[in-house]
């Protein structure tokens, strides 16, 4: 495998002082050096990489994902040939590593799959930590279509799986993981895009999440839940998850519990807006509730960020032919989180270094280190004067991962 020299301002995903003319070597697919280009002797082997304006910063993760292509109108999911929904799927994963996505937390029944496939270089995509179908109760969040047949819907739904009861948590956790799942997806509450319940509700017992927890624990990883309304998320943090996903309608006890078992927040903001833009585009149900719920997401961003939590960017887009969620735009999550309050090198630690934590990959990659996966994008433009340069995958010129190219929209030169 060839070498490389990226130059530009380098952004290392610490939240420190970027180095305005930097240098970050890769060799055999790792970062050998990350230095001022003043400190650095230009070496034969290395191929350089430049350009002006060029901002060189850690691969992004993408916290929240379902490469599912099942777009934003639910019943979809159950009205299309699964083989399809998965070839779409791929695009999906490729559309997403190219808009610098280098990794991504992923959460639907072809994850596993996926994961497989992107890592045996099959196809092209991020790295993925899956959790495969999310456990739902039966007319919950994960039941989002209640019009439609029970066992239909156990059959035939890609992202969730039904479970009632101790019994039924504890084998539905235990079948993701025989599906490969690295953590388990749950839910404590209902949602914007389930037809029967609402952000308020609250789904499954502490008992039953409580039989998840420790079951993932046994597994030596941890529960994320869907939780927007307050009583949930509650439920969810009492139950012991480890990372509350949207977390809507935040208030002082649930950040204090977050503070206290260190509870990563993954708010989910851009899709709100999207829905909210796009009435034609979604259930109306679905626009209702985004109506109530949009300002007090961004109000529990605020609340999560002045009480130090950690903070991940996640998008919850769903794929498919809708324009709405479509895979690539990812990057507008970074300016919805500077709109919810963070800084812009807040907003990058939180898609960079707070979501390798998540994905319990932070000794591999999630900042620019020595010794770390050359997992790099190199951006036109400062992301820190102007976070928008960052929702518009094609300023993204350079991706690499692992030490290989897999976009590159700029010339390169042997020094
Ligand atoms: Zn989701």
Redesign the pocket.
């Known amino acids: 495998m060839g070498g490389y020299v990226l130059k530009g301002r380098v952004i290392d995903g610490n939240g420190g002082k970027p180095i305005e003319r930097g240098v970050v070597t890769v060799e055999n697919g790792r970062i050998s050096a990350v230095c001022r280009e003043s400190e650095f002797r230009t070496d034969a082997r290395l191929t350089e990489i430049s350009m002006p304006n060029a901002t060189i910063m850690p691969g992004f993760i993408d916290c929240?994902t379902?490469l599912t292509s099942i777009g934003m109108m639910p019943e979809k999911l159950f009205l299309r040939p699964k083989y399809d929904m998965l070839l779409e799927a791929v695009g999906d994963a490729k559309k997403l590593l190219e808009a610098g996505f280098t990794s991504a937390r992923e959460?639907c029944e072809f994850g596993p799959c996926l994961k497989r496939a992107i890592a045996k270089g099959n196809i092209s995509g991020p790295k993925l930590f899956v959790s495969s179908r999310l456990l739902s109760s039966t007319s919950g969040h994960g039941d989002t279509c209640s019009l439609i047949p029970l066992e239909y819907v156990q059959e035939h739904n890609t992202i969730a799986y039904l479970v009632d009861g101790v019994d039924e948590c504890l084998k539905g956790a235990r079948l993701m993981f025989r599906e490969g799942a690295d953590f388990i997806k749950s839910c404590s509450t209902g949602g914007i895009m389930s037809y029967g319940d609402e952000p308020d509700t609250s789904e499954f017992s502490l008992e039953e999440l409580k039989a998840m927890v420790e079951e993932a624990e046994r597994h030596n990883t941890y529960v994320a839940t869907?939780s927007q309304g307050t009583k949930g998320i509650l439920k969810a943090l009492q139950a012991g998850v480890k990372s509350i996903?949207h977390g809507i309608f935040l208030d002082e006890k649930c950040v204090e519990l977050m503070v206290k078992n260190d509870v990563t927040y993954d708010p989910?903001v851009s899709i709100l807006r999207l829905i909210l833009a796009n009435p034609d585009e979604v259930p109306q149900y679905a626009y209702r509730k985004g109506c109530l719920a949009v300002e007090r997401h961004v109000e529990s961003v605020k609340m999560a960020r002045e009480a130090g939590i950690r903070i991940v960017l996640g998008t919850?887009f769903l794929g498919g032919d809708s324009e709405t969620t479509a895979f690539g735009k990812q990057g507008m999550e970074f300016v919805s989180l500077v709109e919810a309050g963070l800084t812009p090198m807040e907003a990058i630690v939180a898609a960079t270094k707070n979501g390798a934590h998540l994905i319990k990959k932070s000794l591999e990659t999630g900042t620019l280190e020595e010794g770390k996966a050359a997992d790099i994008v190199l951006v036109e433009g400062d992301p820190l004067r102007d976070i928008s340069i960052l929702a518009d995958a094609t300023n993204v010129r350079l991706v690499m991962q692992d030490g290989v190219i897999k976009k590159n929209t700029i010339m390169s030169k042997t020094c």
């Open positions: 929240h379902h959460m869907h996903e989910t919850d």
